[in-house]
């Protein structure tokens, strides 16, 4: 009975500790994820209500650079080898698998699950999405490239994305502050460069590049903002992306994860034994 009688003031001092704490992080980390998928709901149902003006511009780049594909052969021929084999999502998911790997090598779980979550889930959600909304691809005359599936989003702008995120986020730590514009630039460079394909091709509405771009970065956005609540649960500070997600990686012979205790205090002392023999 005194248990039970002390246990309404136990529960409110529990969760005015470390579960409110945690109760904040995973609020505000749900608050991320809706924000992240704004602006791709927001170009979804641009596209559902077909709305004239995005239709056109559509059409009009479509047309643009299937013309210019048509002049130039061997400028169809550099962008088939970029978007089936430099920029493929095969080639974007084995470079994310090989970093698992070395991750998982370095010790460091929990990054390695969180870059393996986000690639997962970045397929599955584009898929599931592509199914969903079922557009048609570009119909062009002469066409220089054929693709299978529908059309929106664009499954290779949504891979670059959350592929290029991942690498980033894990590998800068190990850069030189000097250096990290490089992989940065890298990276939008192969983003925008994917999206750019596969319009110039005429597999894709440029919408279709658009709404992959933003579903991959809330993908990115959803699961970082995730790993950043599970990373200050086990006492890490928060990062930004310009340090990566473990900046504690570049630092050899080191464990980057201490011990996870979700909403738990740390054990009290052993009392002192002060018996003499």
Known sequence: MRALSRF??????????????LGVRL?????VCAVATVPFAFVLVLVEAHWGPLHRADRSAAESLHRAALDHPAWVTVLRFLTNGLWSPTVMRLLVAAVVGWLLYRRAWRLAAWAAATS???????VMVKTAVERARPQLPDPVAHAPG?????GHAMTATTSCGVLLLVLLPLVPRGLRALPWAAAVI??????????????????DVVGGWLLGLAVLAATTAA????????????????QGLEPELDT???????ALHLGHRPPPPAAEDDSRP
């Open 27 to 31: 609020l505000v980390t749900a608050a």
């Open 120 to 126: 997962a889930l970045s397929s599955m959600v584009g």
């Open 190 to 207: 192969s983003v925008v460069g994917v999206g750019y394909t596969r319009v110039a091709l005429g597999v894709h509405w440029a919408s």
């Open 150 to 154: 529908y059309s929106f989003p664009s």
């Open 252 to 258: 050899p012979h080191t464990d980057p994860e201490p």
């Open 227 to 242: 790993f950043q609540t599970w990373r200050q649960e086990a006492g890490l500070a928060h990062t930004s992306p310009a």
């Open 8 to 21: 309404p003031g136990n529960l409110i001092r529990r969760l005015r500790g470390p579960d409110e704490r």
